[in-house]
């Protein structure tokens, strides 16, 4: 039996996976059992930041092994409260709580705004507005979240309470928003949802309305955040400050660990036994997270995004030109869509067998997230593949 079909008998059948099966990775590339090198356009969903087998973080994380690898979050460890400090003051949030996934994040996000109204209301009847072709994760309250039908519809009752708006529609908010509105979540760049990029002009709108009606305004930069976009947080673009931000992905860069972080009052909404979690922000995670901001910084690695991601732009952007059948390039810094008008499905195979690496968002649309460390010939080798399988085709 190949390990595919291994994998069959022994996992849920959960995922669709390919007929790959990797051994290892180094920089920018990943080798499968057979020793084939696949250039990595992907990083694991827009996880693995710095590549592969980085050697600073090998190193830290080596080091946290031999020595203290869980305590509970009774106790502190100085290597946690150290991530958590290098995280709230690089991304401008006061307190923070660390999970083990996005999905968690959102969730406790979810808990912290509804704390937050139950303290100003004595009820529980909140309600919550997010967006259609949004992804905040598979949990039932953050799948409720999700604004994908197909992923829900199996599994209710799900939570109540949510509303689904109209991605960079301001009067689709504003119709519901009532009394009862708790918190509006957002990513500012959807990545399961097709790379759509919020407008600026909304964002400062939906800030404002959030402000007037003291609604919690939470982005979920889980993918879109840590650097990806080109800045630390996608909302340093918009000259705005979130009341609560969800990370994880690129924030362990590996590593799983996620986050909430909260500003003002309504980081002072949760009380000891309104939330807990058994692992979230051990030293191995704070280690994790500590050793990716000392990375960033010590590389320059988001102003090296800001400018690869340019690079890359202007090449997606000469292939959307040269093309009829790409409709257009959507997104920002290293998180970058290109929208064809038939599905990719077919692409992304081919592109296996040629050693590359990417995958979809929805049917037609090509998801690129490579590690921050790609320089110009990585793009070059990208784009001249992708035009090779298209040429086949
Ligand atoms: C991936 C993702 C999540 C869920 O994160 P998990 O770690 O898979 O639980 C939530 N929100 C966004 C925007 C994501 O991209």
């Known amino acids: 039996m190949n390990y595919l079909e291994q994998s069959k008998e022994v996992f849920l059948h959960a995922y669709g996976r390919y007929d790959i099966t990797m051994d290892h990775g180094?920089?920018?590339?990943?080798?499968?059992?057979?020793?084939?090198?696949?250039?990595?356009?992907?990083?694991?969903?827009?996880?693995?930041?710095?590549?592969?087998?980085?050697?600073?973080?090998?190193?830290?994380?080596?080091?946290?092994?031999?020595?203290?690898?869980?305590?509970?979050?009774?106790?502190?460890?100085?290597?946690?409260?150290?991530a958590a400090k290098v995280v709230c003051e690089t991304i401008g949030m006061d307190k923070i709580f660390f999970t083990n996934s996005g999905t968690e994040a959102t969730e406790g996000a979810l808990k912290l705004a509804r704390k937050y109204y139950y303290l100003k209301h004595q009820k529980t009847d909140s309600e919550i507005i997010s967006f259609h072709q949004s992804f905040h994760g598979r949990s039932t309250g953050a799948l409720r979240l999700t604004g994908n039908e197909g992923y829900q519809k199996a599994f209710g009752p799900l939570i109540d309470g949510v509303h689904h708006a109209i991605l960079n529609?301001?009067?689709?908010?504003?119709?519901?928003?009532?009394?009862?509105?708790?918190?509006?979540?957002?990513e500012p760049v959807q990545g399961e949802g097709g790379l759509t990029v919020c407008k600026k002009e909304f964002i400062?709108?939906?800030?404002?309305?959030?402000?007037?009606h003291d609604i919690v305004f939470i982005f979920d930069e889980v993918q879109s955040g840590m650097g990806r976009t080109g800045t630390i947080m996608t909302y340093k673009q918009f000259d705005i400050t979130p009341d609560i931000v969800c990370m994880a992905k690129g924030l362990g860069a590996g590593f799983p660990v996620g986050a909430f972080a909260a500003n003002g009052a309504i980081a002072d909404a949760l009380q000891p036994g309104d939330h807990g979690t058994t692992y979230g922000g051990n030293p191995m995670a704070g280690m994790a997270v500590k050793t990716v901001f000392e990375i960033l910084e010590k590389e320059n690695l988001v102003e090296h995004v800001a400018l690869i991601g340019k690079y890359l732009e202007q090449e997606l952007n000469k292939l959307v030109e040269k093309y009829d059948c790409i409709v257009e390039r959507r997104?920002?810094?290293?998180?970058?869509?290109?929208?064809?008008?038939?599905?990719?499905?077919?692409?992304?195979?081919?592109?296996?067998?040629?050693?590359?690496?990417?995958?979809?968002?929805?049917?037609?649309?090509?998801?690129?997230?490579?590690p921050f460390i790609i320089e110009e010939a990585h793009v070059d080798q990208f784009v001249s593949i992708l035009e090779e399988i298209m040429k086949e085709a």
Do not use: W
């Open 26 to 82: 180094k920089g920018v590339y990943l080798y499968d059992v057979n020793g084939k090198k696949y250039l990595d356009f992907y990083s694991g969903i827009g996880v693995n930041s710095f590549g592969h087998a980085y050697p600073l973080y090998v190193e830290k994380m080596q080091e946290q092994l031999t020595k203290v690898m869980h305590v509970s979050n009774y106790f502190n460890t100085v290597v946690s409260i150290d």
């Open 331 to 370: 997104g920002l810094g290293l998180m970058q869509g290109l929208v064809f008008d038939h599905p990719v499905g077919d692409y992304i195979k081919k592109a296996q067998a040629k050693g590359l690496i990417f995958v979809s968002a929805g049917a037609n649309v090509i998801r690129l997230l490579p």
């Open 204 to 212: 400062l709108e939906l800030r404002q309305l959030c402000t007037d």
């Open 169 to 186: 529609d301001i009067e689709s908010v504003k119709t519901l928003i009532n009394e009862r509105t708790c918190a509006i979540i957002l």
